[in-house]
């Protein structure tokens, strides 16, 4: 019994990286393989998959909520990883940059490129897009956005920013807390990124 059960897994595993072969001639398949006690198997790596117990929604209210954060997410995860990555390329070039007027220069340059990139885009987010992108922002970066604007722009520019957000119901300082608060938000991050949803 314990070889049947052996022999369907090495089975699984080699039907498994069948699927995900590439030709190398006109002859067969080449396949990774591995070496155990002289026996030689395929070798498939499988990514790791979370899984998660279903959601038991109290109310329609509850069910929408969510479906609405997997939406903002889906549309504000792509721009929060991109403004991490832009963060660290921006502060590792201004490391390289001698002087506080080519400084200031190589900031004005940069954020004219990045508002002419993405401004259109932004400005068609839902204001609980805009809402979700500032709390991964923080994720992604580990700074607020008032934090970030603060830091390449000065404190007025932060608290003008900070003033036209909360008119619209944002708050440029919130934290990310995925641990407790933003629970839900981590997980559907975590579904999305594994391709679940």
Do not use: H
């Amino acid at each position: 019994m314990k070889n049947a059960v052996k022999n369907s897994i090495w089975l699984l595993l080699f039907l498994l990286s069948a699927s995900s072969v590439k030709a190398t001639n006109e002859e067969g398949y080449k396949l990774p393989v591995v070496v155990i006690d002289g026996e030689t198997y395929p070798y498939v790596y499988l990514a790791e998959i979370p899984v998660y117990a279903e959601i038991k929604f109290k109310n329609k209210k509850q069910e929408e909520f969510y479906w609405r954060t997997v939406r903002d997410v889906k549309k504000t995860l792509p721009y929060a990883k991109l403004a991490g990555r832009i963060m660290a390329e921006t502060d590792q070039e201004l490391r390289t940059i001698p002087g506080e007027k080519e400084r200031k220069a190589f900031l004005k340059k940069k954020e004219k490129e990045l508002f002419d990139q993405f401004e259109d885009e932004l400005k068609k987010m839902t204001v609980s897009q805009g809402k979700m992108l500032i709390r991964l922002v923080d994720r992604e970066c580990d700074k607020t956005t008032f934090e970030i604007i603060k830091d390449y722009r000065g404190g007025f520019s932060a608290f003008f920013w900070q003033s036209i957000a909360k008119l619209f119901g944002a708050n440029l300082k919130s934290e990310y807390d995925g641990s407790d608060k933003d629970k839900i938000i981590e997980r559907v991050i975590t579904l999305v990124e594994s391709g679940q949803l």
